[in-house]
């Protein structure tokens, strides 16, 4: 009888953070998006995360994101939340309620 393979701390470790840690910062940039007035296309979202960093989004790369398809990078999160207008932290999961989010902190 062949044993068991016993898994590496590295090999628990990544099936705890895949299992436990969804992609929240694609349904909720793909929130973000639809509920920005006047609605904000793809191109226009992706135009806009470029304009203020140091790197190129594009329309697809966000459909990625937004389909789950890829998760966001460390360095796309705050650029991808000041071009939604949304806190940082509510695209991390951290904050629950789109309306209350905003820009920096409250004059």
Known sequence: MASAHKPSVWEAACGW??????NLVGERACLARHL???????????RRTSEGSG???????????????????????????QALQV????LLGLEDDPDLVALGPAD
């Open 87 to 90: 806190n940082v932290c509510f």
């Open 55 to 81: 790197y190129h989004s594009t329309r697809d790369a966000l459909i990625r994101i937004e389909n789950l398809q890829r998760c966001a990078y460390n360095y796309e999160g705050m650029p991808l939340a």
């Open 17 to 22: 953070v895949i299992q436990c840690a969804p």
């Open 36 to 46: 920005h007035r006047p609605l904000l296309s793809l191109v226009e979202a992706a």
